[in-house]
């Protein structure tokens, strides 16, 4: 069955250190997307790629950076991992020219200590 | 920019009727979203509205959008244990139409 993952499903930094989380989806989905979920504020998007070589960022960018070598994986990279980053972070991706359903990855939680 | 509100608590008691509401400011959205989450899960599609609709029916879900004032509505009918979660509501942003702007969730409690 077609799938969308990340990895690791925990991770626990330090700050300063370059951190990349990894999203993989075997839809062959042309849109995929980065979001951070905190309390208080429900998901805010991060970055977004509508196809190959395609980025675009989203409200919440600033320290996060992410690249499409591929359909599959949108791996997004923290450059210098702060306190304020500590969240959990979930990947997801849609098919252009549909309702726009997106899936869901099961998340990441990062820790910045 | 676009901003989604939702209120962040509620509590209902097994079998009664559960609804959520949902309030957007401005929106170009062909769909709008409901969206739940599990606890230590991504977040799942549960329906969708054309924005030419006033309401859907599916099953135990019913979505009511009242586009003159801006408000969506997700009403569970007989509501279950297995229904507690959070709820997010989803329009599209201004801007194009994939990207998705979301709420900040409603927790629903179900109570035996």
């Known amino acids: 069955d077609a799938e969308i993952t990340q990895s690791p499903r925990h991770k626990i930094t330090e700050t300063g250190r370059q951190v990349t989380l990894a999203c993989h989806q075997t839809?062959?989905?042309?849109?995929m997307f980065w979001y951070r979920q905190d309390l208080g504020h429900g998901l805010r998007l991060i970055h977004y790629?509508?196809?190959?070589?395609?980025?675009n960022k989203g409200e919440v960018s600033d320290g996060y950076s992410v690249s499409r070598s591929n359909t599959e994986d949108l791996p997004l990279t923290l450059e210098s991992a702060a306190s304020s980053q500590t969240s959990v972070y979930f990947c997801?991706?849609?098919?252009?020219?549909?309702?726009?359903?997106?899936?869901f990855g099961p998340g990441t939680r990062l820790t910045v200590l | 920019g676009e901003d989604v509100e939702q209120s962040l608590f509620l509590s209902v008691r097994e079998g009664d009727s559960s609804v959520i509401n949902c309030t957007y400011t401005?929106?170009?959205?062909?769909?709008l979203y409901w969206y739940k989450q599990e606890p230590g899960a991504g977040l799942q599609l549960l329906t969708y509205?054309?924005?030419?609709?006033d309401m859907k029916q599916d099953q135990r879900l019913t979505v009511l959008l009242n586009k003159k004032d801006k408000h969506l509505s997700l009403r569970i009918a007989d509501t279950q244990t297995g229904d507690s979660a959070i709820y997010f509501c989803?329009?599209?942003?201004?801007?194009?139409?994939?990207?998705?702007?979301f709420g900040s969730g409603t927790r629903l409690l179900v109570r035996p």
């Open positions: 997801a991706s849609s098919e252009s020219g549909t309702a726009n359903e997106q899936f």
């Open positions: 839809w062959n989905h042309n849109n």
């Open positions: 790629s509508y196809g190959v070589q395609d980025t």
């Open positions: 401005d929106s170009s959205s062909t769909y």
């Open positions: 509205i054309f924005s030419n609709m």
């Open positions: 989803a329009v599209a942003g201004m801007d194009s139409s994939y990207k998705l702007i």
